[in-house]
Nanobody, 116 residues
Framework: EVQLEESGGGLVQPGESLTLSCVASGFTFSSYSMRWVRQAPGKELERVADISSGGSFSEYSDSVKGRFTISKDNAKKTLYLRMTDLKPEDTAVYYC?????????RGQGTQVTVSS
């Protein structure tokens, strides 16, 4: 059974940093690209960042480029999202996600709130 479990969210002030983690199980983590997505209150799901299976290639949405870094530790089966210079508009539930054998999977999410 595929499982994705996020952690690391919290309440921070603008300009601060957070690192999210996602522990994966139930599939060969090293063989799949991964993604972070987020959903703000009243808004649609938004792609944040993608990373290739080996971790050498990544892409970011324009809204987070230069501030967020996605990384992948295949030995630990863990996906990370390092978020710096956080802004109130980054407030959302953050999910790790993967497409595995034609099916989309997502974790339960972790809340990030950026507020002074």
């Amino acid at each position: 059974e595929v499982q994705l479990e996020e952690s690391g969210g919290g309440l921070v002030q603008p300009g601060e940093s957070l690192t999210l983690s996602c522990v994966a199980s139930g599939f060969t983590f090293s063989s799949y690209s991964m993604r972070w997505v987020r959903q703000a209150p009243g808004k649609e799901l938004e792609r944040v960042a993608d990373i290739s299976s080996g971790g050498s290639f990544s892409e970011y949405s324009d809204s987070v480029k230069g501030r967020f870094t996605i990384s992948k530790d295949n030995a630990k089966k863990t996906l990370y999202l390092r978020m710096t210079d956080l802004k109130p508009e980054d407030t959302a539930v953050y999910y790790c996600a993967a497409d595995i054998v034609g099916r989309k999977y997502r974790g339960q999410g972790t809340q990030v709130t950026v507020s002074s």
